[in-house]
C-alpha cells in the first residue's frame, strides 16, 4: 500500500476509535403472536375502533437505524389480521420534525416523503420478504424480494393532526405468497423514515442490520433474519382467501417516427430490428408459493423503465432486471451467497439476465417449499442482428436455515448457441455463521465446459472465504482462483485468470459530532498462469452523516493496476497483433503492460435523504491511460407537484502518452407531474459535448413519458425517445397492457 492510502487509513482509523460507543447487538424484541380482529377494520386513520387496542404492539420504543441508538420519536403500532387480510396501523409523532408529504402518485418518489411500513417475511426463512409502506398523504409503495415489478392491490388511508399523523394499511392475504397450514411462523418489522432529518427507524433492531438510501439500500431483504417471529393460528391458508390468484398481461404496442424500429440491444447499443405488436406474459400458481411463469413474443421496447447510465467503459454496466419474465423470482435463480469478490468491481454472476436480449418465449417453475427454494427456467430466441439462435437451460435449488446459519445450493445454466457454441455452467457451495461469534465461512465453485470456452473447453472458478461480522467491526479474508477465459455465455464475468488473496476490514459507528460514520478498507492482489500481476487493488473508503445534514459520502484513495496483453492473429502466438486484452492473455502472454487506476474520491453531501438532497464530488489520477478528472454536481427538489432534478459532470482527461487534453460536459435536467395516484408525465433533456470522457458519443437527448395505471390493474405507457440514447431518438410508442388477475409480479 502506498504512503498516501496509509495515511488516510491511519487518521481515520484514529477517529474511529475516539469516541465510539458499541451499537446494541440484540433485537429489540422477541416471538409474540398475532391478534386476531374481532371483525373486518375499516379503512379509517382516525383509529377511533376500539379493537386496534387488540393489536398493540410492545414495546413503543423504535430503534433509529442512521444514527444507532433509541429513537426520540414516539410511534404506537398495531398489527390485527383474519381470514382475508393483514391490518397494520401507526400513530406517528413527530413534534420536533416537520411532516413530509408531497408525493401523490403510487409508487413515485419512494423515500422523498415521511413514511411509515410493515416488513413481512411469509416463509420465516428470508426467502419471500415483502414490504408495505404509506406516506402522510396516503401515497403506496411496495417491494417484494421475489420481483422488483412487484404490484398488487391493497389499500392505505393516512390523516395528520397538528405534529402527528395516523395510517392504516389494509394489505389482502392473496397479495402475498403464503405456506400451506394453519399454523404460521412469519417474521415481521415495523419502519419509519423521517424525510426532514435523514433518518430511518426500525421496531426490531440488531447491530448488524444496515442503513442506507431509501429506495436504493433501505430497507434490505436481508434484514430479516434479524426480525422477530410473528404466530398466527386460524383457518385462512385452507379458505382458498390466501392462494395468489392467476394473473395474465397481455400487451400492445406500436410505434412511429424514423427512428421506430430502433431498439436497444443487449450490449446497450441501439440497432434496428422490427418490434412486436402483441405478446403475452402469465404466471399459474401451482402452489400457495410455487408458480409456473411463461412469456410468448415479450416486449423489448424498454418503455416501462430505463436502465442506461454513463460509467467507464473499461467495465461493463450491471443492470438490474425489469422485464416481467426474469424478474419474476429472479431471486431464486441467482442463490449463491459466496458475493465476496474485487472492491473495485460488481460481483460474479453465473445467470445474468440483462445479457440475453430479445428472446422469443420462454417458461419457468419458482417458489419455495419450506427452507428450500427452486428455479427451473427455459428461454428461447432468435438475434436478428446477428442471426445467432439460442436456446438456454437455468437450474437453482437452495437449501436455507430460517436465521442463515446455515445454507448450501446448487445452480448452473446450459447454453446452446448457434454462433457462439455450448456453454455448460455448474456451480456450488455453502456458507455458514454463528451467531454468538460472528464467524463466517464461505465456499463456492464453479465449472465451464465446451466448446464456447476458448483452447482448454473447460474452465473454472473458486471463491472461498472466513471473516468476522461484529455491530462495530468486521474483516474477511479470502482467495479466488479464476482460470484463463471463464466467462459463462448466459453470465457476467469482469476478469479472469486471476488467482491470489483479497480481504476487507471496516469499522462504523455513531458519536455526538456525528449521526454514523464508516471506515472501510479493501485490497486484493491477483496474478495470472504466467505469474505476472494480472490485477491489484487497494481502497479505502471514509463516509460520515453529520449532524448539521452534511455528509462526506465517499473519501478516500483508490490504488490499482490491470495488465493487458496483446493479441496475436494467427494460431500458436503467431501473426500480427490485432488488439489488447485485460481479460487474460492466456496462451500466448505477449508483450505485457499495465495500466494504473489511481484515484482520490472525494464526495459530499448535503441534506441526503431528505427531499432537497444536493450532492457533489471529484476524483482524480491516472485512470489507464490518462490522467482523469472527473467532477459531478447534482440536486433534486419537489415543487408543488412538480419534481425536479439538475445534473452537470465534467471530465478531463490528459493522455499520459501525448500529452494531449480532451474535456467532455454532461447536463441534464428532469422534471415530472403527478396528474394523481395512479398516472404520472415526466420529461428529461441531456446533453453531452466534447472529446473523450465516460460517455462513448456525444449529442442531445430528449425523451418524454407518460404511465397510468386504471382501477382494474391495466396500464398504458405513451413515450417519445429514451434516455437511454446520447442523442435523440425520433420513435413514438404507445404500450398498452391488460391484466387479468390481482396481482403482477407474484
Known sequence: MRNPAAAFITTAALIILWDNPAAAAATAAGPFMAARAPHA???DASLRDPAWAQGRIQPDAYWNVTKRSISRLPTQT???????NLYVAFHAEQADAPIIAGQRTNDVGFGVDDFVGVAVDTSGAGNQVYFFETTPLGTRYQQSSDNVRYVVRWQSASAVTGDAWNAVLVIPLSALRIPLGAHQHWRVDFIRSVASQGEHYTWSYNGLMSDGVVGQSWPTFADARYWPTLSLDGNFTRTGSSRPPASVSVYGLTSAGSDRNRFQQADGSF???????????????LTNTI???????PDFSNVEVDQQTIVPQEFPRQLQEYRPFFAQGANFLNVSAVTYSSPTSPNLQTFYSPRIGPFDRGGKIEGT????????LSFRGFDEVTRNTFDDFVYAYRHALPDRTFQYWLDGVSAHHSIAGNDATTDFGALGRDLKTGFEWGDDQTVELGSWVPDTRVAHNSNTFVAVFKPNWGTAFGY????????PIDGLTFNSDIRGFQGYAGGSGAAPWAKNYALTFNWDRWMDRSGAIHESDTLATFTATFNNGFSINNLGPSVGTLRSYDIPAG????GPIVGSSSFTGFPCYLNGHDGRFDLFQAAFGYKDGTPRPVDASVSFGPFGSNDTQVYSLTTSRPIGRYSLGLEYDGTYERS????????????????????????NISASIRSINGLGGFAPSTGTDLSLGYHRRFAGGDEIFVDYGTPATFSTLHRFTVKYVARMGDAAGL
Open 571 to 574: 494460431p500458436r502466438c503467431a
Open 291 to 297: 408458480n409456473a411463469v411463461g412469456t410468448l413474443d
Open 480 to 487: 479466488n482462483d479464476m482460470s484463463p477465459n471463464f466467462n
Open 271 to 285: 440497432r434496428a430490428q422490427p418490434g412486436r405488436p402483441l405478446g403475452v406474459d402469465f404466471t399459474i400458481p
Open 78 to 84: 398495531y398489527l390485527l389480521y383474519d381470514d382475508r
Open 656 to 679: 499520459l502518452r501525448s500529452g494531449v487534453l480532451d474535456s467532455q460536459w454532461l447536463r441534464r435536467v428532469s422534471l415530472g407531474e403527478s396528474l394523481g395516484a395512479d398516472s
Open 41 to 43: 377494520m375499516a379503512l
Open 369 to 376: 417449499s419450506g427452507l428450500e427454494s427452486l428455479g427451473i
